[in-house]
């Protein structure tokens, strides 16, 4: 079957493998029998409540329209034209299955939604989660592909998505027209930068990849290059805001709760998580190679790493205190004797500060002083966001409280200061002098 447009997916049959005619599929869809869906059987007249779905793919153009499908003889899909290998959200909160090699679809990923519906993205480069996966909507499940001839592109000629739903009768339906009769799916949480210069106002990172979305944060940069971590569905991604913030998977897997902190080492990209109650380390050097630290027993979702003179600091919370490990004595996990329920440490010349919430408020500790826990009256703390900075000697503390990022800063007494930087994950940077917070 000729293919005249190098996006065009769906010219024969993106049909999930039936072994059933075409006509015969399209005519039982119609009859809502359910055969076209690949075997979900179901009774007429079942009420069903529709699930909460929203469009993660915006920032792309659509190569091809449902009508343009129904022209070709598919039973329908919207193609949205992106690069092999974008991360693809989930449209709504459902159960992962991968379909290998799914006929002229490829490599499948159904989203089985409340209720019945379903979504099914196709043509994918690669699976990300196991069968059976439980996902918010957000999550990333999967990474495009379609590239002619590639493996798991099914009949695809170009890279793109395609993405059509299933009703609970088995009939394929357009998202598109899905969501504009049932709004109010909502879009996951997606990480905002605000900068000093700019009166802290929040801007959403978003580019031509989309929208930049995850449970945790961590900034760096490198050169004039600001680049974010964020972790989405225990995957460690990054995005660089000299690529318009595209979001890439790093290939960093297995993260567990929220737990993310970067560095740059010499111009080499460190990220820290925590794998199976372990800080991980892995290195852009290293082709994001995980490594288990050694350091065990984690059950925060916070980590905060520093260098001073080359040597790697990390901290983490185990047991309810924070803890320091470094890279010179084999990360070695020493009890600071500091109760906490996060951590954030900066250096101040040779002295490391550990700042940590303990009971809402914000205590300092120094190396200097024995980690000798000081409040800093900064209180009213909800949850466990904390980030700190140094600002040309200046200590800085973020930290969310009602909902909004607060500043406070040694030179002001620690006063709190409220940003009007909403998010309850929060990082910070400084480049070029200007400082910037990453929420989430
Ligand atoms: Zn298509």
């Known amino acids: 079957m000729a293919q005249t447009d190098g996006l065009d997916c769906c010219g024969g049959a993106d049909v999930p493998s039936t072994g059933l005619d075409r006509r015969a599929v399209l005519r039982a869809a119609t009859l809502g029998v359910g055969?076209?869906?690949?075997?979900?059987?179901?009774?007429?007249?079942?009420?069903?409540?529709?699930?909460?779905?929203?469009?993660?793919?915006?920032?792309?153009?659509?190569?091809?329209?449902?009508?343009?499908?129904?022209?070709?003889?598919?039973?329908?899909?919207i193609d949205f034209a992106m690069p092999v290998g974008t991360p693809l959200p989930a449209c709504g909160a459902g159960t992962v299955q991968n379909t290998p090699n799914n006929g002229t679809g490829g490599h499948t990923v159904t989203i089985q939604h409340a209720d019945g519906y379903r979504s099914q993205y196709m043509h994918l480069s690669q699976f990300l989660l196991g069968n059976g996966t439980y996902v918010q909507a957000g999550t990333v499940v999967g990474l495009s592909g379609g590239a002619a001839g590639a493996p798991g592109s099914g009949n695809s000629t170009g890279p793109h998505l395609h993405w059509h739903m299933i009703d609970?009768?088995?009939?394929?339906?357009?998202?598109?027209?899905?969501?504009?009769?049932?709004?109010?799916?909502?879009?996951p949480r997606q990480v905002y930068e605000a900068a000093s210069n700019n009166a802290w106002r929040a801007l959403p990172i978003s580019g031509s990849g989309g929208a930049v979305t995850g449970s945790a944060?961590?900034?760096i940069a490198?050169?004039?290059?600001?680049?974010?971590?964020?972790?989405?569905?225990g995957r460690v991604f990054e995005a660089a805001s000299n690529a318009g913030w595209q979001n890439l998977w790093t290939g960093i897997t297995g993260a567990q709760g929220t737990a993310l902190a970067a560095?740059?080492?010499?111009?080499?990209?460190?990220?820290?998580?925590?794998?199976?109650?372990?800080?991980?380390?892995?290195?852009?050097?290293?082709a994001w190679r995980n490594l288990n630290s050694g350091i065990s027993g984690v059950s925060s979702a916070s980590i905060s790493v520093i260098q001073l003179d080359g040597v790697k600091y990390v901290y983490s919370i185990v047991g309810g205190y924070v803890h320091e490990a470094h890279s010179a004595n084999a990360w070695r996990n020493l009890n600071t004797g500091i109760?906490?329920?996060?951590?954030?440490?900066?250096?101040?010349?040779?002295?490391?500060?550990?700042?940590?919430v303990n009971g809402g408020s914000v205590?300092?500790?120094?190396?200097?002083?024995?980690?000798?826990?000081?409040?800093?009256?900064?209180?009213?703390?909800?949850?466990?966001?904390?980030?700190a900075m140094n600002v040309a000697g200046v200590k800085h503390i973020y930290t969310s409280a009602g909902g909004y990022v607060h500043e406070a800063a040694s030179n002001n007494a620690w006063r709190n200061l409220n940003s009007g930087v909403g998010g309850s994950t929060v990082a910070v940077l400084t480049v070029g002098g200007v400082k910037l917070i990453y929420a989430a």
């Open 35 to 77: 055969a076209a869906a690949g075997g979900l059987l179901t009774l007429p007249g079942t009420a069903y409540a529709a699930p909460a779905i929203y469009n993660p793919f915006t920032a792309y153009p659509i190569s091809g329209s449902w009508a343009d499908h129904l022209a070709r003889g598919s039973l329908g899909g």
């Open 168 to 187: 609970p009768a088995g009939v394929r339906i357009s998202p598109l027209v899905y969501i504009a009769e049932h709004p109010g799916g909502a879009a």
């Open 217 to 219: 944060v961590a900034p």
């Open 222 to 233: 490198l050169g004039s290059t600001k680049i974010v971590y964020t972790l989405n569905g």
């Open 263 to 286: 560095l740059n080492l010499n111009g080499v990209k460190l990220i820290y998580t925590v794998v199976d109650g372990y800080v991980h380390e892995a290195a852009s050097n290293n």
């Open 339 to 356: 109760p906490a329920s996060a951590v954030a440490a900066i250096t101040l010349g040779s002295t490391k500060i550990i700042y940590t």
């Open 363 to 387: 205590y300092e500790a120094a190396s200097n002083a024995g980690w000798q826990n000081l409040w800093t009256g900064i209180s009213g703390v909800s949850g466990s966001t904390l980030a």
